[in-house]
């Protein structure tokens, strides 16, 4: 089984680029979560959604948007990267928010220069 | 306000020896507790989790945690640990707020560095 799929692995931008990153989910979970990892600082939500067509906002909103179009996707969009935004970034998802435990991806490594 | 603390950012510890990674949470209502492990370039995975009943939960590759409600602790432990015992491990807690719905807050880790 595949869980939870990230892609790119690795990314460096330039400040000002754009860029998305992907994460798609083959066990039909209906939240997904996007984090952001810095060293000694725990996982900040980023985003989360509860179902297709439905988002809201977490922790550390500012600088990115998210779309949730299917069930199985869950695409975080960077507009203007800044240095800030260097961090990594994991998707996850889970088949409720209380009791169920969230599966992630491998992750996505991303620096701005 | 909720909050997840692991007071040790690190911890060494020679290989065969018994480890205890200790979390601590803040909240005035009933809470759902997990430990996850997070290895080299990977993302996280569950060692294990309370729900509810026997306080003491036994988890994958030896792992174990006690749930203690008048210390709101929810320490990890393991009487014998291996070189690939080597990650970061989390703690985090699942909280229910208004309306139905849970907010899952997670420690800042700590990482555990098995030396041989």
């Known amino acids: 089984n595949a869980g939870v799929t990230q892609t790119p692995k690795f990314r460096i931008l330039k400040i000002g680029q754009s860029m998305t990153l992907q994460c798609t989910q083959d066990?039909?979970?209906?939240?997904m979560y996007w984090y952001r990892q810095d060293p000694g600082m725990g996982l900040k939500l980023i985003y989360y959604s509860v179902g297709a067509g439905i988002t809201d906002k977490g922790e550390v909103p500012n600088g990115y948007n998210v779309s949730r179009s299917t069930t199985e996707d869950f695409p975080l969009r960077l507009e203007l990267a800044a240095p800030s935004q260097t961090s990594v970034y994991f998707c996850?998802?889970?088949?409720?928010?209380?009791?169920?435990?969230?599966?992630f991806g491998d992750g996505t490594r991303l620096s701005i220069l | 306000a909720q909050s997840v603390t692991q007071l040790d950012s690190q911890v060494p510890v020679f290989e065969e020896a018994p480890v205890e990674l200790r979390c601590n949470y803040s909240s005035s209502v009933s809470v759902y507790l997990f430990w996850y492990v997070q290895y080299p370039n990977q993302g996280l995975q569950l060692l294990l989790k309370y729900l509810s009943g026997s306080t003491l939960v036994k988890g994958i590759n030896g792992f174990e945690a006690e749930f203690n409600k008048s210390q709101t602790s929810f320490h990890l432990r393991k009487p014998s640990v291996h070189i690939s015992d080597t990650a970061e491990y989390f703690c985090?807690?699942?909280?229910?707020?208004?309306?139905?719905?849970?907010?899952?807050?997670f420690g800042t880790g700590t990482r555990l560095k098995v030396l041989a």
């Open positions: 996850a998802s889970s088949y409720r928010d209380n009791y169920q435990p969230q599966h």
């Open positions: 066990m039909n979970h209906n939240y």
């Open positions: 985090a807690v699942s909280v229910g707020g208004p309306s139905g719905t849970y907010k899952y807050i």
